[in-house]
């Protein structure tokens, strides 16, 4: 069984500073973990993914995520905060790297003020 | 990176009726699956559409409720059976092509309202 937990339903920055989602996942197997994004209308978007390689992955948009096994995390961070970015972000586990399907956190709504 | 295209994008049904949302995609995939998000909720697995059987559905998710065809390779479709005003929802496809390197695609999702 897997399980991911999103720590914040609200993230709320301004325009320029850095950006953290909290996410910690629970999994009987060794997981591979996603964000993904979601804008208003659209649909769904890869930022990064961990497949058991380098702990730190780098997504699109300078985002990156740090893999924590001894915390069961995989925090969303950007340094800098661009009116663009405000959007639904999902984190995302899978046992078998997305062959049977992904188990979706409940999303965190990252707010940007100007 | 991989086109998946879903039909309808939206629709508005009557309760009791059933509709047929419809996923292809651009190239053969291993593995296909069927989301389900509801107004102002996550995504929650419903199945993963299996080529040439039947398909595998997650708890709390029936074959009667949502049956489930996938023909070949590169085509899928999910039956949202015996409507209700619950199950207004965005319905998502989604494909797997398997490999360390590779990602789930997702449809634009179809937004079914219920009334």
């Not at chain 1, 320029?16 to 973990?33: H, I, Q």
Request: net charge neutral; hydrophobic share 35%; glycine share 8%.
């Amino acid at each position: 069984a897997q399980s991911v937990t999103q720590l914040d339903s609200h993230v709320s920055v301004s325009e320029g500073t850095p950006v953290l989602l909290r996410c910690n996942y629970s999994s009987s197997y060794s997981p591979s973990l996603f964000w993904y994004v979601q804008h208003p209308n659209k649909g769904l978007q890869l930022l990064l993914k961990y497949t058991s390689a380098a702990t730190l992955v780098k997504g699109i948009n300078g985002f990156e995520a740090e893999f924590k096994k001894s915390e069961t995390s995989f925090h969303l961070t950007k340094p800098s905060a661009h009116m663009s970015d405000a959007a639904e972000y999902f984190c995302v586990v899978s046992a078998g790297g997305g062959a049977d399907g992904l188990t979706f956190g409940k999303g965190t709504h990252l707010i940007i003020q100007p | 990176s991989a086109v998946i295209s879903q039909k309808p994008s939206r629709d508005i049904c009557q309760r009791g009726t059933s509709l047929t949302i419809q996923c292809q995609v651009d190239s053969q995939v291993t593995m296909m699956f069927w989301y389900r998000q509801q107004p102002g909720q996550s995504l929650t697995l419903i199945a993963t559409a299996n080529q040439g059987s039947e398909a595998t559905y997650e708890s709390g998710f029936v074959i009667d409720k949502f049956p489930i065809s996938r023909p070949n390779l590169t085509f899928s479709t999910l039956t949202v059976s015996n409507m209700s005003p619950e199950d207004s929802s965005i319905y998502l496809c989604s494909a797997y092509w398997g490999g360390v390197n590779t990602e789930a695609f997702f449809g634009q999702g179809t937004r079914l309202t219920v009334v």
